[in-house]
């Protein structure tokens, strides 16, 4: 039972609930039903004064096409998050966007806005929230946080935070996503207007993606195959330090460190002589090497591959060296000595000692550049396995591979190619700058 107060011009009635002295107000809106507020107050007198702010404010955002009610910033942003994964059960989105979208929305957008309505969201706000995004992980909440956790193929895994500033482009991506959140919500009615959003980042100077000059590459091919046969027995294997202070050199291998280095050394020449990114690497199965079995007892130079590629969102075929050839004999080889049996097609082309699949190796790689005296560019970027794939594309780009095959071979674009490949040293390419078209 409800006690009626005050009825104010038939817009609105405050009324007392049973057993409550607390006064609260109800009123309808034509097309949004009615609405029930708690006035969070005894006095009557300021219960009318509360309960007119509040219905002048629902009508003014009806009259303006908006809901009557505001909502928070983390209530629109979990329902926007739902529409995503909606999306990507019909597969009008891309699977891994249910993945990441979700992961940026809740530790970054509600991190921030939180319980802020949605509609007072100002183009200040979005720059206070720039900086405090790009010092998340070195000064703001994350600072805390020691390990992100993440599911892959149904295990639950972690992997240490980068304590760094985002670059230009995750923060451009993320902007993407807080950019597509306002709009909807604008077509949902939570707000008029989506305010303005951009980010203003320096721009580095060279935005080159660590390569490997062909000197280079040449030295890590050769330090990676020394260093899959046992070290000389003159004292220069490996010091290894015991706790209780003992130490001594090993002068042999392991075999599953020298299985685990051929493995490396197979997917640094796969990597360099077919541009594939590391993802479409760690997918492929032997089911992919299309031409694979029905050329195995043929010499190289009669053999001839396709690869069947997937991983971040794209996938298509790759033309791969045929320098690639032998090391895909390698693992195969590698395969049957572990498994006792030749690979079926679903099973992966790089993978461990119980027949699984291998998903990083970057550990591993990172000790071959360092062994190689090869860790950092000319620049001082670290190298990573995705050097491989830059590797690839400048060569054939000095090489004199066309643009547009390039891209499609390696399912990239031109403007890709132009602004992170394309600026190959002007000496390996000192031919192609004097045409025969100047006089004598």
């Not at 006064?23 to 969070?40: A, E, N, P, T, Y």
């Not at 000496?427 to 045409?435: A, G, I, M, Y």
């Amino acid at each position: 039972m409800s006690t009626p107060g005050n009825v104010q011009d038939e817009r609105y009635q405050l009324f007392q609930r049973a057993g409550s002295t607390r006064w609260q107000v109800r009123f309808s809106i034509k097309g949004q039903g009615q609405f029930k507020r708690s006035l969070d107050t005894d006095d009557q007198r300021e219960a009318e004064r509360r309960a007119d702010a509040i219905w002048y404010e629902a009508t003014y955002r009806a009259k303006q096409g908006l809901t009557a009610k505001a909502h928070t910033f983390e209530s629109v942003a979990e329902a926007y998050i739902a529409q995503i994964l909606r999306e990507v059960e019909r597969g009008e989105r891309r699977a891994d966007q249910g993945k990441s979208e979700p992961a940026v929305i809740r530790r970054y957008f509600i991190g921030y806005f939180g319980q802020k309505p949605i509609d007072a969201v100002n183009e200040p706000d979005l720059e206070r929230y720039t900086e405090w995004r790009r010092t998340y992980w070195t000064e703001g909440p994350g600072k805390l946080i020691t390990h992100i956790e993440y599911e892959r193929d149904g295990h639950r895994l972690r992997r240490p935070v980068r304590r760094s500033a985002p670059s230009l482009s995750r923060q451009r991506g993320e902007s993407v996503v807080l950019r597509a959140l306002l709009r909807w919500a604008s077509r949902q009615g939570y707000l008029k207007t989506p305010p303005e959003i951009s980010i203003k980042a320096r721009r580095s100077p060279d935005n080159r993606r660590p390569s490997f000059e062909p000197h280079e590459f040449a030295k890590l091919e050769a330090v990676s195959l020394s260093r899959l046969v046992d070290p000389i027995m003159d004292g220069t294997g490996a010091e290894v330090r015991a706790s209780d202070k003992r130490s001594w050199r090993i002068k042999r291998l392991d075999d599953h460190t020298r299985r685990d280095r051929t493995v490396l050394h197979a997917y640094v020449m796969i990597g360099a002589f077919s541009g594939l990114r590391p993802t479409e690497m760690y997918n492929l199965n032997w089911g992919d090497v299309l031409g694979y079995r029905a050329g195995r007892k043929k010499s190289v130079d009669d053999r001839d591959i396709r690869l069947q590629v997937r991983g971040k969102g794209k996938s298509g075929k790759a033309i791969p060296q045929k320098a690639a050839i032998p090391w895909f004999d390698t693992l195969w080889m590698l395969f049957e000595r572990s498994m006792g049996r030749e690979p079926d097609d679903s099973d992966p082309v790089f993978a461990n000692e119980q027949g699984k699949r291998i998903s990083s190796v970057a550990n591993g790689f990172t000790e071959l550049v360092k062994a190689a005296g090869l860790e950092r560019d000319h620049r001082g970027i670290k190298r990573t396995p995705y050097s491989l794939r830059h590797f690839y594309i400048s060569e054939q780009l000095a090489n004199g591979a066309e643009v547009l095959d390039v891209a499609r071979n390696c399912r990239t674009s031109l403007t890709m190619i132009d602004k992170h490949y394309g600026q190959v040293r002007l000496e390996r390419v000192v031919d192609r700058l004097r045409p025969e078209w100047t006089r004598a």
